[in-house]
């Protein structure tokens, strides 16, 4: 019986209860110190899975892995313990994943993909969703994860992914965790606190009972409510260690201790040996314990005192605390033999330069080698934290100056793409110290400006790639300017895109995006746009190969206003990912295509689009996606006048969205009449860097549309001008219309005015794009109409208006169209109702996930198809359709299709 834990055990049950009745999925941490119970709940999760339950499909399955500290640098080792029971199942997957695993588990040893990439960390974790989803199919699985805080980075990312996307299968995922480890947000964590006094009498009398009164008395006491040493203590027959200052883990650890130090010498090498292998390699062990002339008959001791238990096997220690308590235990000289015996019997290269680093006190090129050589092996199974320890420590023991700057860069490198990009920048600033190299130090400020990318400050990333890229390879160096120049513009930092050009000058090289780019910083547009549009055209003559480029094509269509192109681009991009599983690089890619979307009109496909890159980006550790995504967000709100929501995102956003915050606001401020403040928010904008930033350069529509309404047009025609100089020099015909727009506003004459408004509107009708502009366009020119006494005809553009508003959620614009309208004498149900129940106004009931399920299934895209997507299980898709039907009000997918849903914004 598991004293005082009913709250925890009552958690488990319900969640056992619910994956095996209900095929609900679940997931938690038990997280507390060392011997405060998590090993005894797992176990009792584990005997409880296999229970009869009214109701359930049967026994569930069981899967287990424990984290071992020798392990931690060896990628997947965790991984290969927990699925080598169902690895027959692994060939069943889709074919990228199963690569993907077998490569992580050993099966294959490979430098790269078929098509010349390195091996995807992040299609490991797809895999074990998918692969769970699978076994799941069978009945409802349990996985049980001890000691989560010593697995290899890799394991966790790849169980931590499956745990944070099941939902309906019938998965359990428990992980049993230390207090100071396996820090991963997005799980429900279950705190386990020490026991009350009762319940430490209770199970001290049901383990330990017929001990003397005193010394049960001090037992209670020095426990302090921990299992482990209550029972350690209590097994001792004797005094406990006494009152000390030291931590309730350590008075354990030196109990251990004092019953390690009653076994007989060779049990004790024995013990050690056991300890530093770590693995539980049974040969190796063997082989090293019989140059010492030991031998597992040695243990008997050791089992007889519950210390170890032997199987033909492996050696399992009982509790971590023992091993810890036999190496530390052990003096330093008997640690090193012991090493050196493991390395020269391992026939394993990692695990015997492991062992060789063990015992390595001084620099040793050798051994570095060695290390980096297990690095580059860690690497090719997509390992990138083992990879980064194993540089760091090869780095540790390398004497040449220049090569530990390399090893410390490589280290940098494979921290940052395992998701740590605080630890990648410091290592790369140490490595920098160590090198005058203009090469390697060119490597490593791309290190460093990826970090401050992806910390959301792309004008510091783009002045050192622009800084360094002169002293990079010519190979690089190019490409070093390009995306600089890029982070500059979306920075709006013209100075920075200046120097790329100027550097390219130097260089004898060309590139359309960075001298495009730089034609616009200076207000060129007749010829920067051609030039970017040049480059946009060429990213869209290559594939999808999930490199920067594309990505940074769609930006610079947003910038030129091709939203056919931004589209396009975006969405292939994506499709792509999709497809390889390539889960690291989709949520830049979705960021884009959420962007796309938005400058398209297509504001709720948008917003899921954005929710699943925030969604995958925490799932896999790389947060700051989220105040990039957030502008995408905070325009949507401004358009929907909901200013608490904008306030907040602005508030998360990173500080380098501090224009795009403001260009938020302004239009929020249009929207709901505050035009003074709307235009000094605008002409601030205006006036500093983030005038040259692709939506400085589209605000300026909104400057005008201001100033003339706070009565002051004088103030628009600088913004004017800057319009129609990016028109005239090839922007799209929504872009001429809204330029034609401005310049009605503008007009004193009104024939004049009337002819820019019918232009404008009609360019819109032609083009088809931006929604949200061509209803600004006509709700000015219904306005204009009704001022001139032209009720009649004001109706037509009103009516058009207030319907694309309503569409949009725009709810202050919607309420002044028809204002409007009943201004010119529209009344009832002519004047069109606001929020109609339409199938639009239908989705905005779901959930983004229960949004774009319900889009791919109107599209009819099976469960299965719909699940590879989204990278869900089919089971999780089914689930979601249910949840989603209620709110629709229907009952099946046929019935879909009669909302007329469009799907377009689904394919991708």
């Not at 004898?508 to 549009?533: I, K």
């Not at 469960?863 to 089971?875: D, G, K, W």
Request: overall charge negative; charged content about 30%; aromatic content about 4%.
């Amino acid at each position: 019986m598991l004293h005082g834990r009913m709250t925890e055990l009552a958690r488990l049950s319900q969640l056992i209860t619910e994956a095996r009745v209900d095929r609900r999925s679940g997931a938690a941490v038990l997280r507390g110190e060392a011997g405060i119970g998590k090993s005894a709940l797992l176990e009792w999760a584990a005997q409880e899975a296999t229970h009869a339950t009214p109701g359930a499909d049967g026994d569930m399955r069981v899967l287990r892995v424990t984290g071992f500290e020798a392990e931690r640098d060896i990628a997947f080792a965790g991984l290969l313990q927990l699925l080598w029971p169902v690895r027959d199942r692994i060939d069943g997957l889709p074919q990228a994943q199963a690569a993907a695993l077998h490569d992580a588990l050993g099966a294959h040893d490979r430098a790269a993909d078929a098509d010349g990439a390195a091996p995807n960390r992040f299609a490991c974790g797809l895999a074990v969703l998918t692969l769970m989803a699978d076994l799941a199919e069978d009945g409802p699985v349990l996985c049980l994860i001890d000691d989560a805080q010593w697995l290899d980075a890799a394991t966790a990312e790849a169980l931590l992914f499956a745990a944070r996307r099941l939902a309906a299968e019938g998965v359990v995922m428990l992980f049993a965790a230390r207090e100071d480890g396996f820090v991963r947000p997005g799980l429900p964590e279950a705190p386990l606190s020490r026991l009350t006094d009762a319940d430490a009498e209770r199970l001290l009398a049901e383990r330990r009972d017929g001990l003397p009164p005193d010394l049960r008395t001090r037992v209670l006491r020095e426990s302090e409510g921990n299992p482990l040493a209550l029972l350690e203590f209590g097994s001792a027959r004797r005094a406990p260690v006494a009152l000390t200052p030291l931590p309730l883990a350590e008075r354990v650890a030196a109990a251990f201790r004092a019953r390690i130090a009653d076994l007989p010498d060779r049990a004790r090498l024995m013990l050690l040996l056991s300890a530093a292998e770590g693995r539980g390699h049974m040969p190796t062990l063997l082989a090293a314990a019989a140059t010492f002339g030991v031998g597992l008959t040695d243990l008997e001791e050791a089992e007889r005192a519950r210390l170890v238990e032997v199987t033909g096997a492996s050696i399992r220690f009982r509790h971590p605390l023992i091993r810890s308590a036999t190496y530390h235990g052990a003096v330093a000289a008997q640690r090193i033999t012991v090493h050196r015996a493991l390395a020269d019997a391992s026939e394993d290269p990692d695990c015997r330069v492991r062992h060789r680093a063990a015992v390595t006190l001084s620099p040793d090129e050798d051994v570095a080698a060695e290390l980096q050589d297990a690095a580059e092996r860690a690497l090719r199974r997509a390992g990138f934290g083992p990879a980064a320890a194993l540089y760091r420590r090869s780095a540790e023991l390398t004497p040449d100056r220049a090569d530990r700057a390399r090893r410390l860069g490589a280290a940098a490198d494979a921290v940052f793409r395992s998701g740590l990009p605080a630890d990648a920048d410091e290592l790369a600033r140490q490595a920098e110290k160590l090198t005058d190299a203009p090469d390697a130090r060119a490597r490593l400020a791309r290190i460093r400006a990826a970090v401050e990318f992806e910390r959301g400050d792309p004008a510091a990333a783009a002045r050192l790639l622009v800084e360094y890229a002169a002293h990079a390879a010519p190979a690089d160096a190019v490409a070093m300017l390009r995306t600089g120049a890029t982070y500059a513009w979306a920075a709006g930092d013209a100075a920075t895109i200046g120097r790329a050009v100027g550097l390219l000058d130097a260089s004898g090289r060309d590139d359309a995006a960075v001298r495009g780019l730089g034609r616009l910083a200076e207000d060129d547009h007749a010829a920067g746009l051609p030039l970017l549009a040049r480059a946009v055209r060429d990213r869209r003559a290559t594939a999808p190969a999930a490199t920067d480029d594309r990505i940074h094509a769609v930006r610079w269509s947003l910038v030129l206003g091709d939203d056919t192109a931004a589209l396009e681009l975006a969405t292939a991009e994506v499709a792509y990912r999709r497809r390889e599983g390539l889960v690291g690089g989709l949520p830049n890619a979705l960021e884009a295509l959420a962007q796309a979307q938005l400058a398209a009109g297509s504001h709720r496909d948008a917003e899921a689009t954005a929710q699943e890159a925030i969604t995958i980006a925490r799932d896999i550790g790389v947060e700051p996606c989220e105040g990039r995504v957030g502008t995408v967000l905070a325009r949507i709100a401004a358009i929907e006048g909901d200013e608490e929501r904008l306030r907040t995102l602005i508030v998360d956003a990173s500080p380098a969205a501090g224009g795009t915050a403001d260009l938020a606001l302004a239009l929020l401020d249009l929207g709901l009449g505050r035009y003074e403040a709307a235009l000094h928010r605008l002409e601030e904008v205006a006036q500093g860097p983030w005038r040259h930033s692709a939506a400085g350069a589209a605000a300026a529509a909104d400057q005008v549309e201001a100033a003339v309404r706070a009565g002051q047009p004088g103030r628009a025609h600088e913004a004017s001008r800057r319009l129609d100089a990016w028109t005239e020099a090839g922007g799209p015909p929504w872009a001429r219309a809204v330029a034609l727009r401005s310049r009605a506003l503008l007009c004193d004459i009104d024939a004049d005015a009337e002819a820019a408004f019918a232009g404008a509107v009609r360019l819109h009708e032609e083009d088809g794009g931006r929604p949200f502009e061509r209803a600004r366009t006509e709700l000015l020119y219904g306005e204009w109409l009704r001022r001139v006494r032209r009720r009649s005809d004001a109706r037509d553009p009103l009516r058009s208006a207030a319907q694309l508003f309503d569409r949009l959620r725009a709810a202050p614009w919607s309420e002044r169209a028809r204002s409007e309208l009943r201004a010119t004498g529209e009344t009832g149900s002519a004047v069109p109702s606001h929020r109609q129940a339409t199938a639009p106004d239908l989705l905005d009931r779901l959930t983004p996930q229960e949004f774009q399920v319900v889009r791919l299934a109107a599209e009819g895209s099976s469960s299965r198809e719909i699940a590879a997507r989204l990278f869900l299980s089919p089971r999780t898709v089914e689930y979601h359709l249910y949840k989603a039907y209620p709110k629709l009000g229907v009952s099946s997918r046929r019935e879909l299709a009669r909302l007329h849903l469009d799907p377009a914004a689904a394919r991708s």
